[in-house]
Structures are given as structure tokens and as C-alpha cells.
């Protein structure tokens, strides 16, 4: 007989345990710890180059160095951080729970996973502490085709990181598909499944787009193959269409799994089933099937025909259609449900303010005689960080936080998470509202030196980013402490209706179940029967149903 208080957390011990898991929980953990660590490097680099703005005549830093840092944010933030955050980190942990499975479908392919995404991160951070990368997180070329071996690294990193992604998404693909608990139909499954799913057809299809144009540009670098540099007879726009081709889908790979934990958040802290499920179901793989097809809106400066560049715009009012649609359910969702304004909550309503004007600006820049005007200012910053990290961050944070119980076994002080959460959505606002003004007024992104005019909005925007750090720091600080403390959660203590609250303990046994689970109502039914008398007289043990005691 077992330790009965094994949990996945202990029931093997020693760094070795870890490190050869094969165990989808303890895999999701270390994931969760590495983007945690990315997220402060990035955020750092964030505050630096932030602090130079925060005058108009750059001189805290070199030209070479304000450039470095702000592509080193935007790279790791990109790369290491918002991608893996929500799928890799909080999707390894909680999916096959949610599913009734024991396991994702490959485990030691979702553990070599791992070891790529730590391989890449390696080759970045010494690409970061013995090179120089000044290129931006897009390396446009034909800039970066003229540098030297520190972009070929750090486009190798990002090679690398690719195929973690790729793996990732075939795995959950395969484990929806094929690893459903008894009585789990399609629209039974809960819809942070379907956003996950969806982001993993996205991962898989677009992906290796990247890769290709990655591992041509690494040519062009070092064989002097002439592809995207117009010296060698290559064409720059050509990377542009390969480098957006996967990215504006990579932009769905972040946000569809925030909206993923927002469905979860919104659906339990109301107390109410979902409104419209199938709607937002099938709109996470309209916006999968969409997002293909949407790459050349970024590129309506670029020379293309204005045929294409109507077509390009009308199809980037089309995706918002079915964004729209998960927001406007939400809202019902909440219309006379049993609000509670728990942390989690808290990080869900940042997301719906923010998400929300992140998306409405959007639309000016599909307009394609008010995005010549706006391309390449500020407009565009705050419009991505409103979507990505106003969308992702958030949900990300509210998703720690939700399932932190689950993860750890242990409750943290919901006053001071609460007030680490609406510090960020606040600080937010003051850091990239400014950045809307001076992107209308004609601010270029990316100059670290400008015309005095700006310099009030920049300091309002670098007082911000430093409000951003010390809540997002205290945010930490309130799931560190309760580590330490003697708060332990109940099983289910945020009265959710998911297999991975109603089914298992907290935190769960190394193989997630006691018995197969078998499900016998929708994730959101809040008028179903308590779960443990359907787990008591469903569980099935070693192929055979028969009652618990």
C-alpha cells in the first residue's frame, strides 16, 4: 500500500525525480518556474529602457545599448515568456486533469519538450550576456542579415524554441483527441480545452513557417546566400510575408489561452453556466482558421497591392468577429450571476477593460488610410501590449492564481492579492494610455531621443512601468508567502464544476485519479449533482464500475 498522503509533489523526492519526470503536473511546474524567470528578465530590460525615456535627450544609455535592451525585451517576452506561459506552464498542469486523463498522450515527448525549450532559453541568455542583438524581436532584415554571429544565435534560439512549441501542441492535439474521460463529448469538454486545442492547431500548422525563415536567414548570415538582403540579390519583403505569416497566428497562439482562462474565471467566480458555449467553442477555431490569413495587415506600407491591402483589411475586421463574441458572452455570463471578486476575478475583469480597448484599436489599424498614419508609433506598442500583455499577462496571472490552490495545496491572503491585481490593471492604464496620444500625435516607437513635446506622456508612461514591477512584484510576494504559511486549501474552494476541482484531491496524486472518472454533465452546470455522489457511484476502477464507499 501507497503513502495515502502522497501527492504528485512528494510521492518521489530528490532533484533527480524532477529532472526525469514524466509526470504532465510536474512538467507544467517547471515550465510555470521558467517563464516566472523570464518574465522578471524581460520585465527588467522593460523598466531599463523605460527609465532612458523617461527624458527627451537619451542620456542614461548608448543608442547601441537602448536598442539592446528593448530587443531583448521584446524577445524574451515574446519568445520565452507570453507563448509558453498559458499552454506550456498552466496547459500542462491542468489539461489532462480536466479531461479525466492520467497523463498527456506522450509523456516523454512532453518532457523532451521541456529540455528544447530549456535548450533554446540557454542559447538566448548567452546570446544575451556575450553578444550584442540590436534588431528588434522581428529581425527585419535587411538589418539583421548584415549583422554578425550574435543574430545568427539568437534566431537559432528562437529555432529551437519552435520545435518545443510544435511538440507541445501535437501532444495536446493527440491527448484531446484521443484520452476524453468516459462521457466526455466535444461539448462536454470545458473551454479552456477547446482554446487550448485550438492553439495547438496553430502551433503545429504555423510554427515550422517560422522555422524556415529563421533557418534562412542563419543562411544568408553565414554562406552569404543572398534571400532577404537586396545586396544579394534578396528581397526584405520576402521576410516580411514569411516572418508575419506565423507571427500575427503567433499572436492567437498568446491570446487564445488567455481567453481560454478567462472562460473558466468568468463562468466559476459568477456561479453560472456559460452563456453561449458552442458559441465560444467554435469562435477559439474561427480565430485559429482566420488568424492564417490575416499576416498582410502589418505590411500595408510595404508596397503590396491595394487589392491585397483591402482584402488584408477587410479580413482583419472579420477576426474580430469572433473575438467580439466570446467578450459579449462573457458579459452575459456575468449579467445576475453570483459575482465573487476573489483575486481570480479580479485578474478576469483587468482583462475584459483592457483586452477590450486593446481589440477596439485594433480596428484602426486595419483601416488602411488610418494605419498609414499610425504604422510604426507608439499607437502600435500600446495596442500590442493592450492585447498581449493586457490579454495574456492577465490571464496568465489570473490562471496562477485560480489554480494556485490546486498546484500547491495552499491558499494565499486574498486582501493583498486582490490589491496586487487592481494595482497592475491601474498601472497598466498609466503606463501605455499616454502611449495611444503620443502614437496619434505622430511618436515614432523605438527612438530614444525625441522632440520635447512627448516627454510628459513618457514620464507618465515610465511611472507607470515602475507601478507595473512593484505590484506585479507584490503579486509574487503574496503566492511566495503562502508557501510558508498553514492556509490549506480545501479540495474544491472555489465551487467550480472541472474535473480537476471536482475529482481530484488538492494537490492531486501522482496519477491525477482514484478511478476513472466518468462524466455525466457539462464542466459549467451549476444545477447538476454535487460531484462527489457522481464520483462515489461512477467511479471505475481497473476497467470494472462499481461503487465507492
Given amino acids: 500500500m501507497g503513502d495515502s498522503n502522497a501527492t504528485y509533489l512528494n510521492a518521489t523526492k530528490g532533484l533527480k525525480s524532477w529532472l526525469v519526470t514524466i509526470d504532465h503536473k510536474r512538467i507544467g511546474l517547471m515550465y510555470l518556474a521558467s517563464v516566472l524567470f523570464f518574465f522578471l528578465a524581460g520585465g527588467t530590460f522593460a523598466i531599463l529602457f523605460r527609465t532612458e525615456l523617461f527624458t527627451a535627450k537619451g542620456d542614461l544609455f548608448s543608442a547601441d545599448t537602448y536598442n539592446s535592451f528593448f530587443t531583448l525585451h521584446g524577445v524574451i517576452m515574446v519568445f520565452l515568456v507570453i507563448i509558453p506561459s498559458v499552454p506550456a506552464a498552466l496547459g500542462n498542469f491542468v489539461l489532462p486533469l480536466m479531461l479525466g486523463a492520467k497523463d498527456v498522450a506522450f509523456p516523454k515527448l512532453n518532457l523532451l519538450s521541456l529540455y528544447i525549450y530549456w535548450t533554446g532559453s540557454i542559447i538566448a541568455l548567452c546570446t544575451i550576456i556575450f553578444g550584442h542583438v540590436d534588431t528588434g524581436w522581428t529581425f527585419y532584415t535587411p538589418y539583421s542579415s548584415n549583422q554578425g554571429s550574435s543574430v545568427v544565435w539568437m534566431t537559432f534560439a528562437a529555432f529551437v524554441l519552435g520545435f518545443s512549441s510544435i511538440l507541445t501542441g501535437m501532444n495536446f492535439v493527440v491527448t484531446v483527441h484521443k484520452l476524453r474521460a468516459p462521457g466526455m463529448t466535444w461539448f462536454r469538454m470545458p473551454l479552456f480545452v477547446w482554446g487550448i486545442y485550438a492553439t495547438s492547431i496553430i502551433q503545429v500548422m504555423a510554427t515550422p513557417v517560422l522555422g524556415i525563415t529563421l533557418l534562412l536567414l542563419i543562411m544568408e548570415n553565414m554562406v552569404g546566400i543572398g534571400i532577404f538582403n537586396p545586396n544579394l540579390g534578396g ?280 478511478g476513472q472518472p466518468v462524466v455525466m454533465y457539462g464542466p459549467y452546470d451549476y444545477d447538476a449533482p454535487e460531484s462527489s455522489d457522481t464520483l462515489e457511484s461512477l467511479a471505475v476502477r481497473d476497467g470494472q464500475t462499481s461503487e465507492t464507499a
Wanted: aromatic share 18%.
Fill in 235 to 514: 528581397d526584405p519583403v520576402l521576410f516580411q510575408h514569411f516572418f508575419w505569416f506565423y507571427s500575427h497566428p503567433a499572436v492567437y497562439i498568446m491570446i487564445l489561452p488567455g481567453m481560454a482562462v478567462q472562460s473558466e474565471l468568468i463562468a466559476v467566480f459568477s456561479q453560472k453556466k456559460i452563456f453561449g458555449y458552442k458559441f465560444i467553442a467554435f469562435s477559439s477555431l474561427a480565430i485559429a482558421l482566420i488568424s492564417f490569413i490575416v499576416w498582410g495587415h502589418h505590411m500595408f506600407v510595404s508596397g503590396q497591392s491595394e487589392l491585397i491591402a483591402m482584402i488584408f483589411s477587410f479580413l482583419t475586421f472579420l477576426v474580430a468577429i469572433p473575438s467580439g463574441v466570446k467578450v459579449f458572452n462573457w458579459l452575459y455570463t456575468l449579467r445576475h450571476g453570483s459575482i465573487r471578486l476573489n483575486t481570480p476575478m479580479i485578474w478576469a475583469l483587468n482583462f475584459m477593460v483592457l483586452f477590450t480597448i486593446g481589440g477596439l484599436t485594433g480596428l484602426h489599424l486595419g483601416t488602411m488610410s488610418v494605419d498609414v498614419h499610425l504604422h510604426d508609433t507608439y499607437f502600435v506598442v500600446a495596442h500590442f501590449h493592450y492585447v498581449m500583455m493586457g490579454g495574456t499577462l492577465m490571464t496568465f496571472m489570473g490562471g496562477i492564481y485560480y489554480w494556485w490552490p490546486k498546484i500547491t495545496g495552499k491558499m494565499y491572503n486574498e486582501k493583498w492579492g486582490r490589491i496586487a491585481a487592481a494595482g497592475v490593471g491601474v498601472s497598466f492604464m498609466v503606463t501605455f494610455l499616454p502611449q495611444f496620444i503620443m502614437g496619434a500625435q505622430g511618436m515614432p516607437r523605438r527612438y530614444y531621443q525625441y522632440i520635447e513635446q512627448y516627454e510628459k506622456f513618457h514620464q507618465m508612461s515610465t511611472i507607470g512601468a515602475y507601478m507595473l514591477g512593484a505590484f506585479f512584484t507584490m503579486g509574487a510576494v503574496v503566492l511566495v508567502m503562502s508557501l510558508r504559511g498553514s492556509n490549506f486549501a480545501l479540495d474544491n474552494p472555489w465551487n467550480a464544476r472541472t474535473l480537476e476541482w471536482t475529482h481530484t484531491a488538492t494537490p492531486p496524486v501522482e496519477h491525477n485519479f482514484i
